[in-house]
C-alpha cells in the first residue's frame, strides 16, 4: 500500500473517486491538502516502479554484466560488451552501459587513455635505472599506532639511488596538503645538503637540458588529487609517476625506509602519543642517514653517498668465499 497520510483511503480507492469525479490531478490534490509529487510518488509506489521505465533487457543483463565487470575490472563497457557479444549475449552496448552504471561500475571517461599515460611515465623512469641522485624520489604515507591508541601518519620522502631519506613528517592525515608539505620539506633539505637551489641539480650540466626529479607515488587520493598536481605543474623541478594499481614493489626504496624506521626503532620503545613520535622520528633519521650503512650502495651511510655520488657504487662485499656458514 502506497504511503498515505491522516486516515486517507489507500491509492487505488483515491484514484477511483478521482475518475469518477472527473478531477484533474492539480485539483484533487489540492481537495486532499497534498502536494502533487505526493500523488504521483503514491502512483509509482503502487505500478511498482521507483521512478524509472521498465527496463527487462538492462534488469536481467545487470547481474551478468556485474560477473564480466568484477571478472575484468580494467575493461570499459565497450570491450565487456564485445565479450558478452561473443559469448551469445546479444544485447546493445547502450544497455551494457546502463546496467554497469546501476552498480557504480563504469570506469571514469579516459580512464584507460590515463593509464596509457602512466604506463609510458614509469617506463621512462625506470627503463634505464637511474646512476646519480636527485632523479627519482619515493614517497608514501604510512601508519603508526601509539600505546596511547592514536593513529599517525608518516609522510616519507627518499631518494631511488642513494637511499637519503630527504623528510618524514608525522601527521594527523594523509591529504594532498600532507603530501605537499612533505615534498615540500625534502625539497628544502636537499637544497641545505647541496648548497644551492635544487632546480640548478636538475639541469644537465653537457647539454643544458632540465630533468626534473620523477616523484614516484602509489595511487593514493592524496597523490591524484588535483591540489597535488597543481604543485606539480607549478615545480619545474619535478614530475609526477604513479605506480601500477596494488603494486607496493614499484615503490619499494620508501616502503624499505618505513620497515626500517618501525622495526628498528619506533617498535622498540613505549611511544605514547604524536609528538613522542615525530621525536623519534626525526632521532632515527639523523642514525639512518649519517650512520647506518646500507648495503645497497656498498655499505655506506646514505648521506655520504649523496654527498660524493659520483662515486662508484661498491659491490657486495660478502659473498659466499667470504662468508662462513657454520
Known amino acids: 500500500m502506497a504511503e498515505k497520510r491522516g486516515d486517507l483511503p489507500g491509492f487505488a480507492d483515491l484514484e477511483l473517486i478521482r475518475v469518477e469525479g472527473a478531477l484533474p490531478v492539480a485539483r484533487f490534490c489540492a481537495l486532499l491538502g497534498i502536494p502533487r509529487a505526493t500523488w504521483y510518488r503514491w502512483k509509482r509506489a503502487v505500478r511498482g516502479r521507483p521512478g524509472r521505465w521498465p527496463a527487462p533487457v538492462v534488469d536481467a543483463l545487470e547481474p551478468v554484466a556485474a560477473y564480466y565487470a568484477a571478472t575484468f575490472a580494467a575493461w570499459g563497457h565497450r570491450k565487456l560488451w564485445a565479450l558478452l557479444q561473443a559469448d551469445g549475449c546479444h544485447v546493445s552496448m547502450s544497455s551494457v552501459a546502463r546496467a554497469l552504471g546501476r552498480r557504480g561500475l563504469l570506469l571514469p571517461q579516459r580512464y584507460q587513455a590515463e593509464r596509457r599515460q602512466l604506463a609510458r611515465a614509469r617506463r621512462a623512469v625506470f627503463l634505464e635505472p637511474p646512476t646519480r641522485?636527485?632523479?627519482?624520489?619515493?614517497?608514501?604515507?604510512?601508519?603508526?599506532?601509539?600505546?596511547?591508541?592514536?593513529?599517525?601518519?608518516?609522510s616519507g620522502v627518499v631518494d631511488y639511488v642513494v637511499k637519503v631519506a630527504l623528510a618524514c613528517p608525522v601527521t594527523t592525515t594523509q591529504t594532498a596538503a600532507d603530501a605537499i608539505a612533505s615534498l615540500e620539506a625534502a625539497r628544502m633539505q636537499a637544497e641545505t645538503w647541496l648548497g644551492r637551489p635544487l632546480l640548478s641539480e636538475c639541469v644537465d650540466a653537457q647539454t643544458g637540458e632540465l630533468l626534473p626529479i620523477a616523484v614516484v607515488t602509489d595511487n593514493g587520493p592524496a597523490y591524484k588529487s588535483a591540489a597535488f598536481a597543481r604543485y606539480i605543474a607549478a615545480r619545474p623541478e619535478f614530475t609526477h609517476v604513479r605506480t601500477r594499481n596494488r603494486s607496493p614493489g614499484t615503490n619499494g626504496v620508501i616502503e624499505r625506509f618505513f620497515q626500517a624506521v618501525k622495526y628498528e626503532h619506533l617498535y622498540r620503545e613505549e611511544i605514547e602519543d604524536g609528538v613522542m613520535v615525530a621525536r623519534a622520528v626525526e632521532r632515527y633519521l639523523t642514525l639512518y642517514n649519517a650512520v647506518r650503512p646500507h648495503e645497497a650502495i656498498g655499505f655506506r651511510p646514505p648521506l655520504t653517498a649523496w654527498q660524493d655520488f659520483d662515486a662508484l657504487l661498491t659491490p657486495n662485499l660478502f659473498g659466499p668465499e667470504s662468508v662462513s656458514l657454520s
Do not use: A, K
Open 133 to 154: 641522485r636527485c632523479r627519482v624520489w619515493q614517497s608514501d604515507f604510512s601508519e603508526f599506532e601509539t600505546t596511547g591508541g592514536g593513529i599517525w601518519r608518516l
